[in-house]
């Protein structure tokens, strides 16, 4: 085969053939249909070549790296992630670590001769020589005598010493960032490279440190279309994020990525998502721009306005308990849905209605600073999820050095919760809903104020009638001990609160109104009891079914007992 020497392998292939035909020791030819590997680039055939390897022994190397995550001494978020871990650092091959690159980390070994075994590993060319010269016997060999491996390292040897070389921590180890920095608390990053790259920091970390890199990894999920494929060029089906930024605003797409990314799990990535984040910037603007026209005033504080500022306070430290918990726990799409719920919710459905000043009447000063201490509060737990729009209005509320800046400002201080204080507003909200119910059925105007009487029956706390009667525009809101005669009646829990009728109402019709409902009810009502008379079912369905079921039943019965009341009261 010598005389094919220095022929293009494509030509001696066929040349090949032809004598292996004329020597009639080839047995047959046929094409077959195989994959061809073809360089992206230069569109050229990928053949293997068979060249000496540099290899890193990783046996000894993975043990403290494997035992520290196991131990939970690293905590992996979400845990599921252990067993993959666990199984790739017991199995760990030999890591080959030779790279035919013209860039990366040219690896430190330097040959004396031809043969794969005649090299030394050195920091420098001069220590090399050292080596080399010990090695051979030879004190004659000189520095031009020596090659350096051309092979550069993998990028991920490099890529291990990330957490150390970022503060210069290899060539100078006991420098004052890295034993300031290091280590550090969380890793972010996405599963696939868990073995490429986090368990060779880690391992990197005990070996060249004796610690720990990083106390936590966090890892993400892949974002994926609604058809749950992955996000590719190819498919077409990735959107343009710059695109994504100029239609609802960097923080709008923010908020829709991470309402639907919990951790560790896929992103099904549904653009509807932003446009609800775009819509919850701008209700958040529209509340900063309602607080900010109001005319600020020296009077006395209104009662209502009082005590709608110590609920929310005690709601949103209840909130904030619950907000830092999910972040210990890295459940950061939770602590967003918190957030919101706190912010869309409770602080400009709730609190700003509860405190705003009538048409053009002025806000008293005390009220007005509270809000403004709230709304500066609620921009601080927004803003790890928000910050542009956060940092925004934190700059717009007042004038502020850059040493006062929302990024840089403290985190809101835990105090202690008044929860019976929070559950007598989650009661007198359900009864503000039954009176705007009422008022919407019967089409009677929000500017015609409306009697309410009370029978207590729970005992309720009173601490709210002044906001109730604010929120319902209720002239008087009394208590009474008898059914009141000729009025419109709604329930809450043990409760019953009844509305006079007003001369504009068609009796008859409303009667004819509740019968139709009661008669729907009374069917309901004989459907679930039909159900749970079945002991084959309570039996076999599950617990929280059959619990479901009976709350069916018992709001069914109160339901009915509400309608009759009514129909009474109109006859």
């Known amino acids: 085969g010598l005389h094919y020497q220095g022929m293009d392998r494509e030509l001696a292939r066929n040349e090949a053939a032809k004598e292996l035909d004329a020597l009639g020791v080839l047995v047959k030819i ?71 690159l013209y ?7 330097y040959f004396f001769g031809e043969g794969v075994n005649d090299f030394v590993v050195a920091k420098t060319i001069e220590e090399a020589l050292a080596l080399a010269q010990d090695k051979t016997g030879n004190k004659e060999l000189k520095i031009e005598n020596l090659r350096q491996e051309s092979d550069v390292v993998d990028t991920w040897f490099s890529s291990w010493l990330w957490p150390i070389s970022v503060f210069d921590g290899i060539r100078n180890p006991d420098n004052e960032e890295i034993n300031y920095y290091y280590p550090t608390n969380d890793l972010v990053t996405a599963p696939e490279i868990m073995f490429f790259w986090v368990a060779r920091m880690i391992i990197a970390g005990y070996e060249y440190r004796g610690e720990l890199p990083f106390k936590n990894v966090y890892y993400t999920g892949i974002v994926r279309d609604k058809q749950g494929r992955k996000m590719s060029k190819s498919l077409g089906n990735s959107p343009d994020p710059i695109k994504l930024m100029e239609q609802y605003g960097a923080d709008g797409v923010r908020v829709g990525m991470l309402m639907c990314s919990p951790a560790g799990n896929d992103l099904p990535f549904d653009e509807s998502l932003c446009q609800q984040g775009k819509a919850f910037a701008n209700k958040i603007w529209n509340a900063f721009r309602l607080i900010d026209g109001w005319e600020v005033a020296d009077i006395e504080q209104p009662e209502y306005a009082k005590i709608a500022i110590d609920w929310y306070q005690n709601k949103f430290q209840q909130t904030l308990a619950v907000i830092e918990d999910h972040f210990e726990k890295y459940r950061l799409s939770d602590a967003l849905m918190e957030t919101y719920k706190l912010i869309w919710n409770d602080f400009c459905s709730w609190l700003l209605e509860m405190v705003k000043p009538a048409y053009q009447q002025p806000i008293d000063k005390t009220t007005y600073d509270a809000i403004i201490t709230i709304l500066e509060n609620n921009l601080k737990i927004l803003h790890p999820f928000m910050p542009f729009l956060s940092e925004e209005i934190w700059q717009h509320i007042a004038e502020r050095s850059p040493e006062e800046a929302l990024i840089i400002a403290k985190w809101p201080e835990s105090k202690p919760i ?47 009638d002044v906001v109730i009667s604010k929120l319902g525009n209720i002239s008087n809101l009394s208590y009474t001990s008898e059914k009141v005669d000729g009025a419109l009646t709604f329930r809450v829990k043990s409760n019953e609160y009844f509305v006079p009728m007003q001369g504009s109402i068609d009796v008859e019709a409303e009667k004819a109104k509740l019968t139709e409902e009661l008669n729907y009810t009374q069917g309901f009502l004989k459907s679930v009891q039909k159900k749970l008379a079945n002991e084959r079912f309570v039996a076999g369905a599950p617990e929280q079914v059959v619990a479901s079921e009976r709350k069916k039943e018992a709001d069914a019965l109160a339901k009915i007992e509400t309608l009759k009341a009514s129909l009474a009261s109109l006859n």
Request: proline share 3%; with cysteine; aromatic share 12%.
């Open 418 to 464: 008044n929860e019976a204080l929070i559950k007598e507003f989650d009661f007198a909200a359900e009864v503000i809903s039954g009176i705007r119910t009422i008022r919407k059925q019967k089409n009677i105007a929000f500017k015609d104020a409306i009697e309410c009487f009370v029978l207590n029956n729970d005992k309720a706390s009173e601490t709210f």
């Open 30 to 100: 046929e094409d077959y249909t195989h994959k061809v590997g073809t360089s992206e680039r230069t569109k050229a055939v990928i053949e293997p070549k068979i060249s000496a390897q540099w290899f890193l022994k990783m046996k000894d190397l993975a043990k403290p790296a494997l035992d520290n995550v196991m131990n939970d001494t690293i905590k992996f978020h979400p845990s599921k992630f252990k067993n993959s871990y666990r199984n790739w650092m017991e199995n760990v091959r030999d890591w080959n670590i030779s790279r035919q």
């Open 103 to 109: 860039w990366g980390h040219q690896i430190p070994a």
